[in-house]
Structure formats: structure tokens, C-alpha cells
């Protein structure tokens, strides 16, 4: 028998959770689906593990930095402690202390594995063997994220790589450990392991530069940090071939500069969405590719507006953040208010936290140049601040803003330094609200703070 709610959602996620609260709170019946555990990958095995282990390592390198606290770090982070903090953060695996949230907003959990079975109605293969129907009156949606993607190399499923799941929620430090991927994933693991001890890190991208997504001096900076560290960057270079040996090593082909002996191999080489076996096919729609979606997060393919899609599975932007505007944006057109998703094409912030940190939002110049604007980038030293220099010794970094020339309004911004995450705001305001840099004068940052380089920026466009 049937049972009919407002909005099934599938997917647990922070995305999923955000539009069945949205749409819950709106006086709407949800019930979402999940097969894992509730809060999804960022909660499990990304944003949150990822930073836990992160941390310890970002302590020491900042007191290392100030002369008077610099003399006290004399041993390297524990990775004991770390790993410890890092099962707290991930709530040791388990969702109890998440579920509280669905119930409160009277939200119903059915925990298995949702597909499409025809429009507007969900079956459900619960985990105890048994089958529920779901019909909703409103609106499906569909909010499965994204798994991490395997490349085609020989001999590499059989040397049992790790993957983003794994590395997060390992007990271990590798002796040596190669990372085929320099994007984002790839990039905080190798730096946050290195600090943790591992004796041998191994970065393996194969376009030019490290975050290649990036503006181009993003790239070159984390790459000497990496080197200065004692990371090996091999930039422009496929791995051709992987092989775990009887002794326990992965040995890695490839070609020039030769081998690279392991003894995990990490693949951080991008996402795929999680949209296999979700009965899309019924609809049109490729499974295991991402869901088009409009600005009202509907999907394209499916007539009748009851079909939508949030988060990583419509493939616009994969970041949780994102998904959760999105979320929000769904859950207030299911509601029947007239809101669209403008963040999207416009101001989508992103944060790499490696040692220095990239933070960037919007356009990169080259990217602004394709789109036919008539732009001109200015930058400014980060660590030429009076507020990067009261943070240690070194500072280094790099500021840089996208000017329309047509509009005079920023249509992008790059920071690399210290602590630049706490800048990606401002800039963000800034894009979407369309402020012009003549207004943006009297945005006055306070001194001795890292947020000056604002000035400085403003000062360089006036020149």
C-alpha cells in the first residue's frame, strides 16, 4: 500500500536535510530517504574529518611562525590525539546525533535505498528486507551527492587504493603516500598527512599546476609550501600504471620522471554523481550522470515541475554550502514562492584549507575573459599587510580582485595566505551585491587587520 507525503526527498545530505527542514517547517508532510548515514559525505567522510585531521598541523606551523611561541613546538602533532578528535567530529560513524533534527520538524527518516518507480511516487528497499511506496503530492527530490571517481589506470583497482572515505577515517599514518589528484581533495590530504608523519608525500597531477580550476599563481604557491614541506610535486604527468607488490609497497609508472614506490596510494581525481539505479531512466535522464536542472532546481528532462534536484547530483557546484542554498531555494519554490538560484552563475565561494589557504569566489580572469567581459585584474602581496605580518614571520600570499570594466563591480577574487577564509565573505557581498569599486571606498577595513589588503586592491584598480 501506498503512502502518500507533500515532498519525498532522497537523500540524507546536508542538501537533502535542508530542503525536507525547509519544506517541513512550511507545513509540508516529508519523509527522506537515506541508505546511509544521516548528514552525508561531509559530515562522515569530507568537510568535517578532513579539517580535524587538518588542524593540529596548521597549530604548529602558526606558532612556529611567532618568535616568541616558536621555541615551544618541539615535537610535530599527535596523531593519536588527531584521530581521536577527527571520530568525535564524524560522530563516530554514527547518525544518532543527527536524527534528532528530522524528528523535531516531524520530518519521517525511512532508511534504504529510494528509486524513481513512476511520477511522483518512490519505492523503498529498507534495510530489513521489506519494501515501502511512497507517493508525493508535491514534489521529489532528489539529493544523492556525488562518489569518488576512480581513472582508468591499469593495475589500480587491484592495489586496493584509498579514496577520499578511506583516507578521512583511517587509524594510520602511512610511512609514504602517493596522491594522484593535485585538485582540492588531494592537495589538504598530502599536506595534512605530511604533518602527521608521514615521511614521504607524493603529489601526482597531470595538467600544469596544482587546483588547476584556479588562477594560475595559486598553483606555484602551494607548490613551493609543498616542496618546503618536503612534498614532491610532479606536475603535467599521468600514472600509467599501478602495482601492489607481495611486500605490502604500491609501485606507480609513469613514463618520465619513472617510478613512485608507495605504500598507500590515494585518488583524489574527482567526483562522479551518485546517480546510478534511481530509476532516471524511466524519465529520460543518464543515470550515474549529473540531473540538469533550471533555476528552480527542477529537473529539465521530467515535464510537470515535480521533479527536482539538489546538491553534487546536478552537478552546478560541488561544494555542501552550495548544496545547502540550493536546498534553500528549492524548498521555497516547492513552497510556491516565486525564488531563484542566482549564487550559481554568479558568486560561488570555495575554500582549499591547505597551509597557505586559497579562497576564491566568482570568476578567475581567464574565465571572465571567456565569458566576453572587458575585465582587469589587479593584485597585492597578502603578507604585505600589517595584519599578515602580527600573524608570524614569512607571510606570503597573494590578493587579486576581477574588475568589469563596463560596470566597475568585481566579478571575482582570489586570496592565497593566512587565515583568507575569513576574507571570501566580504568579496562574495561585494559580487552579489553588484557593489561598484567607487562605493566599495568607504568599506573602510579595520587596522592592524588582514582584511586592509582591501585597500590596497582599491588603491592598485585606482592607479
Known sequence: MSESF??????????GENVAGRCAEGGLTVAIVESELVGGECSYWGCMP???????????????????????????????ATFATRDSFAGHWDDQGQ??????????????????????????AQRDGTTRHLVATTAVVIATGTRAARPPIAGLAEAGPW??????????????????????????????????????????????????????????????????????????????????????SVVAELGDPGEVTADEVLVATGRRPATENLGLEL??????????????????????????????????????????????VCGEVILGRDVTDLADGLAVPRVTFTDPQVSAVGLTE????????????????TGH????????????????????????????????????????????????????IERLWHAVPSFPTVSEVWLRLMEAYER
Not at 583516507?167 to 593535485?182: D, E, N, Q, Y
Open 163 to 248: 579514496d577520499n572515505r578511506d583516507i578521512t577515517a583511517t587509524s594510520k599514518v602511512p610511512g609514504r603516500l602517493l596522491v594522484i589528484g593535485g585538485g582540492v581533495i588531494g592537495c589538504e590530504m598530502a599536506q595534512a598527512f605530511r604533518r602527521l608523519g608521514t615521511s614521504e608525500v607524493t603529489i601526482v597531477e597531470a595538467m600544469d599546476r596544482l587546483l588547476g580550476a584556479e588562477e594560475p599563481f595559486v598553483g606555484e604557491e602551494l607548490r613551493q609550501a609543498f616542496t618546503a614541506e618536503g612534498i614532491r610535486v610532479i606536475t603535467g604527468a599521468r600514472v600509467a600504471r599501478v602495482e601492489r607488490r607481495p611486500d605490502g
Open 99 to 124: 536524527v534528532p533534527w528530522l524528528v523535531e520538524r516531524g520530518i519521517e527518516l525511512v532508511r534504504g535505498t529510494g528509486r524513481l518507480a513512476g511520477e511522483s511516487a518512490v519505492v523503498v
Open 366 to 381: 581567464a574565465q571572465a575573459r571567456q565569458s566576453g567581459r572587458r575585465v582587469r585584474a589587479v593584485s597585492f602581496p
Open 50 to 80: 578532513s579539517k580535524a585531521l587538518l588542524r593540529p598541523g596548521d597549530v604548529l606551523a602558526a606558532a612556529r611562525r611567532v618568535p616568541g611561541a616558536a621555541g615551544s613546538v618541539t615535537g610535530g602533532a599527535d596523531p593519536l
Open 283 to 328: 524519465f529520460g535522464i543518464e543515470p550515474g550522470g549529473p540531473i540538469a536542472v533550471d533555476d528552480r532546481l527542477r529537473a529539465t528532462a521530467v515535464p510537470g515541475g515535480w521533479l527536482y534536484a539538489v546538491g553534487d547530483c546536478n552537478g552546478r557546484s560541488l561544494l555542501t554550502h552550495m548544496g545547502k542554498y540550493q536546498a534553500r
Open 6 to 15: 507533500d515532498v519525498v526527498v532522497i537523500g540524507a545530505g546536508p542538501a
Open 385 to 436: 599587510v600589517a595584519g599578515s605580518a602580527v600573524l608570524g614571520e614569512g607571510a606570503v600570499g597573494t590578493s587579486k580582485i576581477v574588475v568589469d570594466e563596463d560596470t566597475h563591480v568585481i566579478v571575482g577574487a582570489t586570496f592565497t595566505g593566512t587565515n583568507v577564509q575569513e576574507l571570501l565573505h566580504s568579496a562574495t557581498v561585494a559580487i552579489v551585491g553588484q557593489v561598484p
